[in-house]
């Protein structure tokens, strides 16, 4: 795969009105995202992560991390690779003794790793292509329109020096 799109881990977000959790990536230094459909469990999974949340039994990728631990491996990356009828497919590449290992995986089930281990995600430039969605910085939007209010409430007398 040729240059893959480091992507920043937004978080999770849930899709109104079907409450369906999204997964949501955003291109470092650009303006696009990635929505990435995802079950209940991984969402759950990858917010307490997040929210660095340590549960008092390990949930199954805080299992995974151990395990990866255990074994004398690392967590490198995590890369979007494709997206095909509607799913998303992706590599979790890992290390051991200098060896590269590259695991096909489940986008969220990889990421919920990445985010135990602050491992970064990419995705491929073609899957930003198809898939990467526009979303206005929603903090820009409101200090705009808060500006057209003042512009819209202010009279040419506000500006007169008293004397």
């Given at each position: 795969?040729?240059?893959?799109?480091?992507m920043d881990l937004?978080?999770?977000?849930?899709?109104?009105?079907?409450?369906?959790?999204?997964?949501?990536l955003r291109e470092q230094g650009g303006s696009r995202f990635l929505p990435i459909?995802?079950?209940?469990?991984?969402?759950?999974?990858?917010?307490l992560a997040l929210e660095g949340v340590e549960p008092q039994r390990?949930?199954?990728?805080?299992?995974?991390?151990?395990?990866?631990?255990?074994?004398?491996?690392?967590?490198?990356r995590v890369v979007v690779t494709e997206l095909s009828d509607g799913t998303y497919f992706?590599?979790?590449?890992?290390?051991?003794?200098?060896?590269?290992?590259?695991?096909s995986s489940?986008?969220?089930?990889?990421?919920?790793?990445?985010?135990?281990t602050s491992s970064p995600v990419f995705a491929a430039r073609a899957v930003l292509d198809e898939a990467g969605v526009e979303i206005q910085d929603e903090g820009q939007e409101e200090?705009?329109?808060r500006f057209?209010?003042?512009?819209?409430?202010?009279?040419?007398?506000?500006?007169e020096r008293p004397h």
């Open positions: 795969m040729t240059d893959p799109v480091p937004v978080g999770v977000r849930i899709e109104l009105p079907t409450q369906t959790p999204i997964l949501l459909w995802i079950g209940t469990n991984e969402a759950t999974a990858i917010a390990p949930m199954t990728h805080d299992l995974l991390k151990i395990v990866t631990e255990q074994l004398g491996a690392t967590v490198d992706a590599d979790l590449v890992m290390s051991k003794n200098g060896e590269e290992l590259t695991i489940r986008p969220s089930d990889a990421i919920a790793l990445a985010a135990r200090e705009i329109e057209r209010e003042f512009l819209d409430e202010i009279n040419p007398e506000d500006f």
